[in-house]
């Protein structure tokens, strides 16, 4: 979720993903699928997609093995093996939230009822397309657990666009082009990061608490545990407790 934190909004979706191991470890491995079969290579260096993947199942705790069978029996599928499109959604949640949800299918019509079911049972509303979209921007995030002048310095001396200190380390944005060159750029000048990720972050945010504040967790929560969903993000700036 996007809030005050991004450190904050990444692991709150970790520990989320703990309760659902075993759906999270499909969401990831679906997701490598999809990338090998559409980048055509198995080697994540030819493949920017397949890297993005990779990276995001490892900062989830996805056994490496279990990464690697996925690549090779993608490179090994044959005719009849499901092919997953990437889709997005669009909608809105209590106090006035945008939401904007990655999806991958093999079965559009599938997944855009079963979108909309949430979106009507939890309290939200389905917009169309390019509704919200417009409010979020793609960006790579990095999460360093040093937030010393000399990390933001090789931070911005390797690409970083921005970056926000927090009671956790530093928080940093890049282009999602120089992600890696940045993450590599940080790690050789002996600054170790923690976590390394594609996003969608909101141009502004809207302030929601109480009851806004909870049912918009059940509906985003409701919406990631729906097979197909792979990412769902928010502009919502919640505050601390109510993201515990």
Same mark, same amino acid.
């Given at each position: ?43 994540? $260096?030819?493949?920017?997609? !397949? ?7 490892? $900062? ?19 005719? *009849? ?41 939890? *309290?939200?509303?389905? *917009? ?14 990095? !999460? ?15 690409? $970083? ?7 956790? *380390? ?7 082009? %120089? ?39 059940? !509906? ?7 097979? %197909? ?16």
């Amino acid at each position: 979720m996007a809030g005050h934190s991004k450190w904050s909004q990444i692991k709150r979706k970790k520990g989320a993903n703990d309760k659902r191991r075993s759906a999270m470890i499909s969401k990831h491995l679906r997701a490598i699928t999809a990338a090998v079969r559409s980048g055509g290579s198995g080697d994540p $260096a030819g493949n920017l997609s !397949l890297k993005n993947c990779i990276a995001a199942a490892k $900062a989830d705790t996805v056994p490496v093995d279990n990464i690697d069978s996925a690549i090779k029996r993608a490179l090994g599928a044959g005719e *009849g093996a499901a092919e997953y499109k990437e889709v997005s959604y669009e909608g809105y949640g209590p106090g006035g939230t945008a939401i904007f949800i990655e999806a991958l299918t093999d079965n559009v019509n599938r997944t855009v009822a079963e979108v909309r079911s949430v979106f009507s049972k939890k *309290g939200g509303s389905m *917009g169309n397309s390019g509704s919200v979209a417009w409010q979020f921007e793609k960006k790579g995030v990095l !999460l360093v657990p040093d937030a010393s002048e000399a990390a933001q310095e090789a931070a911005i001396e390797h690409g $970083a666009e921005d970056f926000q200190e927090s009671e956790d *380390g530093l928080e940093i944005t890049a282009a999602p082009a %120089d992600l890696y060159a940045v993450q590599d750029g940080l790690t050789a000048a002996g600054f170790p990061v923690e976590s390394a990720q594609m996003t969608m972050i909101p141009s502004n945010t809207v302030a929601v608490a109480g009851d806004d504040a909870r049912k918009l967790m059940v !509906l985003m929560e409701a919406l990631e545990d729906l097979d %197909d969903v792979q990412n769902v993000y928010s502009n919502a700036d919640l505050p601390e407790d109510e993201e515990e």
